[in-house]
């Protein structure tokens, strides 16, 4: 089988205008054809008068064609083929496990791995390493998904707020709340994102993900995905324990080896203790927790495990007629059903030194109450799988750095983050609604008193006034200073009526639990850090990747079996 990437045509072509593109390319007779399928489908729409689709492609030629075929392809492209096409082998993709239990493995029970947590990350190892069949035990502190559901869409109706079972903490993990991308800009020699996309579709989610450049699933589709995934760990041998906090670890310390540098002195995990009393034996544990288990990272800290700070983002979230970002973007062809809502990724970098980025866009979406703290607010954004909501929005944010904003302790950004989020709590009136301020009236610093034409979606609710109270006067200033920059590359990005809504604090974790080669802690043996929340990945796809690779990483060292270099 070949490859043909970079084939485009028009974006009203036909599926014979592909296949002659495909004889095009490869200057070969309709009779050579024997079949072919689409790898992966993307947009070219910096011509908007002239959008491309661009494809690649997997085809199949009779044994004489690709014979001659691949001969000439030092050569490709050639005379009568479609400029900027290549032409290759098609890679393997398909997934490999690392090892697989034996029959005659002793004490498989005994040697039972732990995941703590139970979002992308912590459902793609507990369903590798239950494929391998090492039957892991998976404590959430939350609830399963449909309760998490429930808990959660009763904060934002009613602004009681469960702090165990909301956008953060649950089944799923906080990307069931989300828009549901399941791209990633991680390097992926092993295909793993391949490994991920086809579990979602096993699960549930439709076919064209494994095809779309950019595939997205949306909260109500997830919800079910996420219960057939765990319905699967299941029958394979997994345990998942539901409303179960880790109270602390247990790990052993190896007094020989101490000394004053943190990350250096070695212990070993030996296992943990639970919200219930329990407690759990394992030397193999795998920490999924999320970038919001504060109290978590504290623990943590207190027992022993090496963290560092690391920076992270801190902004609000903006909203646009959904209309005006596909019209910016697409010209006379928004709308256009191949192409759907339109999406945007967004940098400046200021004056100051410091760089602003728009972060999570959710294409038709709406911003949501995030937080999982009692007195405090957070916004994200969150889409449906139909992208149809009349908004588009998507976090506007300024990078800060552990050593010049919160130098104090490797807490210190969970600090920074609870003093912006008791804020914004404030000034929305302490009863869950964020602060909000149209863009025009930001830009020219005063205060909001009524809205445009752009209707908010946050719920429970906004109070409008004065967003630059709500963060740092760095942050405001390079955000003014951004905004007019982004409308340069989005005509209508800086229209007075759009929203501005605070705070966004949880882009990414502020800490890093350091892991080394192998995956595990840098000074507790047997800990496997993995995800958004120890500061290895950040969305749902790149967080799934992680626990796969850790999921390996644990296996190999559970089976004796030696680590290949990836």
Known sequence: MLRISEVKLPLDHTDADLSRAILETLSIGAEDLLRFSIFKRSYDARKKSQILLIYQLDVTLTETAEKAVTAASPNLPRAGTIVGTRVGASPDTSYKFAAQVPDSFPDANQQRPIIIGFGPCGILAALILAQMGLKPIVVERGQEVRQRTQDTWGFWRKRKLNAESNVQFGEGGAGTFSDGKLWSQVKDRRHLGRKVLNEFVIAGAPEEI?????????????????????????????????????????????????????????????????????????????????????????????????????????????????????????????????????????????????????????????????????????????????????????????????????????????????????????????????????????????????????????????????????????????????????????????????????????TSAPICIKRDRDYESVNTRGLYPAGEGAGYAGGILSAAIDGIKVAEALALDILKVPRAES
Not at 233 to 250: A, K, N, P, T, Y
Not at 296 to 313: A, C, N, R, T, W
Not at 356 to 376: D, H, K, L, Q
Not at 398 to 419: K, N, S, T, W
């Open 210 to 506: 494994l095809t779309d450049s950019r595939p997205h699933i949306g909260t109500f589709k997830l919800v079910s995905m996420v219960e057939n995934m765990r319905a699967e760990i299941i029958r394979l041998g997994g345990e998942i324990r539901f409303d179960q906090r880790v109270e602390s670890v247990l790990r052993d310390d190896e007094s020989e080896n101490k000394t004053e540098d943190k990350s250096v002195s070695k212990g070993q995990i030996t296992g943990i203790t639970l919200s219930n009393g329990d407690t759990l034996h394992s030397r193999h544990i795998i920490l999924a927790i999320g970038h919001s288990a504060r109290d978590s990272f504290q623990m943590l800290l207190d027992h022993g495990v090496y963290i560092e700070p690391k920076p992270f983002s801190i902004g609000y979230r903006i909203e646009h007629p959904q209309s005006t970002i596909d019209k910016a973007r697409f010209g006379a062809q928004a709308g256009h059903p191949v192409l759907g809502a339109a999406e945007y990724k967004l940098v400046h970098h200021c004056k100051s030194g410091r760089s602003v980025y728009s972060f999570c866009m959710c294409p038709g979406g709406t911003v949501v109450a995030a937080t999982s703290e009692e007195g405090r607010v957070v916004t994200n954004g969150m889409s449906q799988y139909s992208r149809n909501e009349r908004n588009a929005n998507a976090a506007i944010v300024v990078g800060i750095d552990p050593e010049q904003d919160f130098p104090e302790h490797p807490l210190a950004g969970i600090d920074l983050q609870r003093e912006l989020e008791s804020l914004a709590y404030k000034l929305g009136g302490e009863n869950y609604n964020a602060p909000a301020q149209l863009v025009g009236d930001f830009l020219k610093d005063r205060p909001s008193t009524a809205l445009g034409s752009v209707t908010p979606s946050y719920k429970p609710g906004i109070t409008l006034g004065d967003l630059s109270k709500a963060l740092p006067e760095f942050a405001v200033a390079a955000i003014r200073e951004a905004i007019p920059e982004f409308d340069r590359q989005i005509k209508g990005y800086a229209m007075a009526d759009a929203i501005l809504t605070g705070v966004e604090t949880r």
